[in-house]
C-alpha cells in the first residue's frame, strides 16, 4: 500500500512543483485521474458504492503520501466525509471527486429546494457532487446548479463559497452522523499533517548535509543538529499520535475513538508549528519562492493545523474526557495500547 501509494502521488504530484504556470495550486485532475484508477480515491468505502473496502490504517498511509507530496486532490473530502455522508444517508454516490459541507440552508423539502451559501467549501469548484450536511438532512447538490465564488487557504486549495438557489436530493440521518463527520475530519487532516511533517523535515535534513558554510556543511553545526533533533521529535510524536488514532478507529469505531483522534489533531497541529519553524530556519533565505517544495508543505502546515480544530480546540475536548474517565480510569487511559 505504502509503495504504491507513494508512486502514485509522488510522480504525479511532485510534476507541479517545476512549473511556474500552475505554482501547485488548484485540482490536479490527472493525479485524481490515477487515484481513482488505482482504487486509493474512495479507499475506505465499501465496494458497492465504488470504493476498496479499506480501513482506516490503510487511509493512513494514502493520507500521508498525500501529505508529503502536497497532493491537490480531494481525498479526505471524498472518501473520509462526503461519500461516507452520501452512503450513511443511502444516497447514490456521483462519480468523481466529492466535497462535504454544513450550513443552515432554507430547505423546502416538499419540493426538494434549498436555498443559501456555504462558506469555505473545500475543493467545491472541482467537485462532482456537493454534500451538505444541514441539521438532521443530508442534501446533495450537483455543482451545475449554484454559482460557486472562488477562495482559498493559505495553501491555496480551494475553500470556496457557494451559492445555493436550485433543487436538491435529500435524506434523513441520525444525530451521530454529525459527530462522527467532526472526527472523521479531525482524523483525515491529521493523518495529511504527518505527511507534511514528515516531508519537511526530510527535506530539511537533505539541505543541511548539502549546504556548506565556514568549510562544512551546515548540519553538522550543533546548533542545527539540535533543531533537527527537536523537529525528529516533534514528528515521531505525532506520527505515533495520528497512527493510533487510525487503529483505535478500526478497532473501536470512529466514536468510541474520540480521545484518540483528539490527540492525533491536538498533536499533529502542535508539531505542525515548531517544524515548520524549523525547516525555514534551516534552508534560510531558500524555500519561500513558488517553484520551490518547501513552503507548499508549511503552508499546508499552517493551514491544516487549524482546518476541523485547532490544537487547543481538540486539547480541551481531550482534557474534558480524560477528567470524564475518574481517578481509577486515567492511567489505563493514558497507557492504553492500540
Request: net charge negative; hydrophobic share 50%.
Amino acid at each position: 500500500m505504502s509503495g504504491m501509494a507513494d508512486d502514485a502521488l509522488g510522480e504525479l504530484a511532485d510534476e507541479v512543483f517545476g512549473s511556474r504556470d500552475t505554482g501547485g495550486v488548484g485540482f490536479d485532475a490527472d493525479l485524481w485521474a490515477t487515484l481513482e484508477q488505482t482504487g486509493l480515491a474512495r479507499l475506505t468505502l465499501p465496494g458497492d458504492v465504488g470504493g476498496s473496502d479499506g480501513a482506516f490504517a490503510d487511509a493512513a498511509v494514502v493520507l500521508a503520501a498525500a501529505g508529503a507530496h502536497a497532493a491537490r486532490v480531494p481525498l479526505v473530502e471524498t472518501d473520509l466525509l462526503a461519500g461516507w455522508v452520501l452512503q450513511a444517508a443511502q444516497i447514490e454516490l456521483p462519480d468523481g471527486p466529492l466535497t462535504l459541507a454544513s450550513g443552515d440552508l432554507d430547505i423546502a423539502r416538499t419540493v426538494r429546494r434549498a436555498a443559501g451559501e456555504l462558506h469555505r467549501v473545500p475543493w467545491a469548484r472541482a467537485a462532482a457532487g456537493i454534500a451538505v450536511l444541514a441539521g438532521d438532512q443530508v442534501l446533495l447538490i450537483d455543482p451545475a446548479d449554484v454559482t460557486v465564488v472562488e477562495g482559498a487557504n493559505l495553501a491555496e486549495e480551494p475553500r470556496d463559497t457557494v451559492l445555493v438557489d436550485g433543487p436538491v436530493i435529500a435524506s434523513s440521518v441520525e444525530e451521530h452522523v454529525g459527530t462522527q463527520v467532526r472526527l472523521r475530519a479531525a482524523l483525515g487532516r491529521s493523518l495529511l499533517l504527518v505527511g507534511a511533517l514528515r516531508a519537511a523535515l526530510a527535506a530539511s535534513v537533505r539541505y543541511a548535509g548539502e549546504r556548506v558554510q565556514f568549510g562544512r556543511p551546515i548540519g553538522r553545526f550543533q546548533a542545527v543538529q539540535q533543531s533537527l533533533a527537536l523537529a525528529a521529535a516533534e514528528v515521531a510524536a505525532a506520527s505515533a499520535a495520528a497512527e493510533a488514532a487510525a487503529r483505535a478507529a478500526d478497532a473501536d469505531g470512529v466514536l468510541t475513538a474520540e480521545l484518540p483522534i483528539a490527540m492525533a489533531k491536538a498533536r499533529t497541529s502542535e508539531a505542525a508549528g515548531a517544524v515548520a519553524r524549523i525547516a525555514h530556519q534551516v534552508h534560510g533565505a531558500i524555500g519561500f519562492t513558488q517553484e520551490h517544495k518547501l513552503h507548499h508543505l508549511t503552508r499546508r502546515l499552517w493551514s491544516w493545523r487549524d482546518e476541523a480544530g485547532s490544537e487547543l480546540t481538540w486539547s480541551q475536548v481531550l482534557g474534558v474526557g480524560l477528567l470524564a474517565q475518574g481517578g481509577d480510569g486515567l492511567w489505563p487511559a493514558l497507557t492504553r495500547v492500540v
